[in-house]
């Protein structure tokens, strides 16, 4: 069993995720309080194996709770606020569930904390070198139909993809092609471990992202939004690539 603590200041909240933990059978609820300080205490005395944080907290904030307990328990960060998740994984959190928060996606959490707290073995796959992966992303390309004549784009050259209506532009460092085509059908034929869809108008090259601050990527000199629909992925890959 994993044992659980949850921290919220606003009691309806902590009801809820008292009922997402009954529900699943790996984990056990030590305790549920509004007092941050009270829960920084039983972590700091040990027993809990991971703990539901909230952000914006009266005598304690979140991020403070998360730098002093200094890793004693693993934490999901539980919020309104999606400022906070770009520092939240720098503090090596397991994951950041916003709220008003959804059965599925706290399930997901969990599963990921599981991963981390009770590793399964698993066995051994020969994967191929990750410098062999990168030089077939170098090669790789795709023909989009511009008005004139059909072009090949190499993968790596895609910085960012921006739907218009009915039309894609792709940006390159060198030009902007634009074609006849919609942001589904682009998003299903590029490989999801370089490029992500942030956005219902934006496809994202993970390389070429420059910075992340709050819900804005900034490309070069270009900024795009991250829309609530993709968040959670966009920053469960940024967490994959965390070191």
Same mark, same amino acid.
């Given at each position: 069993m994993i044992r659980c603590l949850v921290v919220d200041d606003e009691p309806l909240a902590l009801h809820i995720l008292e009922d997402y933990i009954s529900k699943v059978p790996f984990l056990q609820l030590i305790k549920a309080t509004t007092n941050p300080i009270e829960a920084l205490t039983l972590v700091q005395d040990g027993g809990i194996d991971l703990v539901f944080l909230d952000v914006q907290m009266p005598e304690l904030t979140g991020l403070q709770f998360l730098k002093i307990s200094n890793g004693k328990a693993k934490v999901i960060l539980t919020t309104a606020y999606p400022q906070y998740a770009l520092e939240g994984y720098e503090l090596d959190v397991v994951d950041y569930l916003l709220k008003p928060i959804a059965? +599925?996606?706290?399930?997901?959490?969990? %599963? #990921?904390?599981?991963? @981390?707290? %009770?590793?399964?073995? #698993?066995?051994?796959?020969?994967?191929?070198?990750?410098?062999?992966? =990168?030089?077939?992303?170098?090669?790789?390309?795709?023909?989009?139909? /511009?008005?004139?004549?059909?072009?090949?784009? $190499?993968?790596?050259? @895609?910085?960012?993809?921006?739907?218009?209506?009915? =039309?894609? *532009?792709?940006?390159?460092?060198?030009?902007?092609? @634009?074609?006849?085509?919609?942001?589904? #059908?682009?998003?299903?034929?590029?490989?999801?471990?370089?490029?992500?869809?942030?956005?219902?108008? $934006? @496809?994202?090259?993970?390389?070429? !992202? +420059? *910075? !992340?601050?709050? *819900?804005?990527?900034?490309?070069?000199? #270009?900024?795009?939004?991250?829309? +609530? /629909?993709?968040r959670d992925l966009f920053f469960d890959k940024i967490e994959d690539r965390n070191i």
């Amino acid at each position: 069993m994993i044992r659980c603590l949850v921290v919220d200041d606003e009691p309806l909240a902590l009801h809820i995720l008292e009922d997402y933990i009954s529900k699943v059978p790996f984990l056990q609820l030590i305790k549920a309080t509004t007092n941050p300080i009270e829960a920084l205490t039983l972590v700091q005395d040990g027993g809990i194996d991971l703990v539901f944080l909230d952000v914006q907290m009266p005598e304690l904030t979140g991020l403070q709770f998360l730098k002093i307990s200094n890793g004693k328990a693993k934490v999901i960060l539980t919020t309104a606020y999606p400022q906070y998740a770009l520092e939240g994984y720098e503090l090596d959190v397991v994951d950041y569930l916003l709220k008003p928060i959804a059965f +599925d996606r706290f399930f997901k959490a969990v %599963q #990921k904390a599981q991963g @981390i707290i %009770q590793p399964a073995a #698993k066995p051994v796959v020969k994967e191929e070198p990750p410098q062999a992966q =990168y030089d077939d992303f170098l090669s790789d390309f795709i023909f989009v139909k /511009t008005e004139h004549k059909i072009q090949k784009v $190499y993968l790596h050259d @895609i910085m960012f993809i921006e739907g218009l209506k009915d =039309y894609i *532009s792709i940006f390159t460092p060198e030009e902007r092609i @634009i074609t006849l085509q919609n942001m589904k #059908k682009m998003e299903d034929a590029l490989p999801e471990k370089h490029f992500v869809r942030v956005h219902k108008s $934006y @496809i994202v090259a993970l390389n070429k !992202i +420059d *910075s !992340i601050e709050r *819900s804005r990527i900034s490309i070069g000199e #270009k900024v795009i939004p991250i829309g +609530d /629909t993709y968040r959670d992925l966009f920053f469960d890959k940024i967490e994959d690539r965390n070191i």
